[in-house]
């Protein structure tokens, strides 16, 4: 979802958010049921304004739940019945500044 807002004088901004959810899954068939199934609850927000001199600037956080799972898995050679996992990303946030001419 997204909302635009114009303030005047040539200066505009959005506040957005997303929502991802997926349902609980095997990650790979040839995984041991020990190997936890992945559910995916992410919600993504930012908040963003604009001028009319070409700045712009956005203030982000991805993964604002702090929601873990893995993204994959495989069976390790290095001893037998393990495994290794590769995890989603974690909460982060970040500011970003651009120009435009």
Request: hydrophobic fraction near 30%; proline fraction near 5%; charge should be negative.
């Amino acid at each position: 979802a997204q909302y635009d807002a114009d303030f005047g004088n040539g200066m505009t901004g959005f506040i957005r958010g997303d929502y991802q959810y997926e349902d609980s899954v095997k990650v790979v068939d040839n995984l041991p049921d020990t190997f936890p199934e992945r559910e995916v609850n992410l919600f993504n927000a930012s908040l963003g304004l604009a001028w009319e001199n070409g700045f712009e600037a956005t203030v982000w956080g991805r993964n604002l739940t702090e929601d873990e799972y893995s993204q994959s898995g495989f069976p390790t050679t290095a001893q037998a019945g393990s495994v290794n996992g590769y995890p989603n990303q974690p909460q982060t946030y970040g500011i970003t500044v651009k120009k435009s001419w």
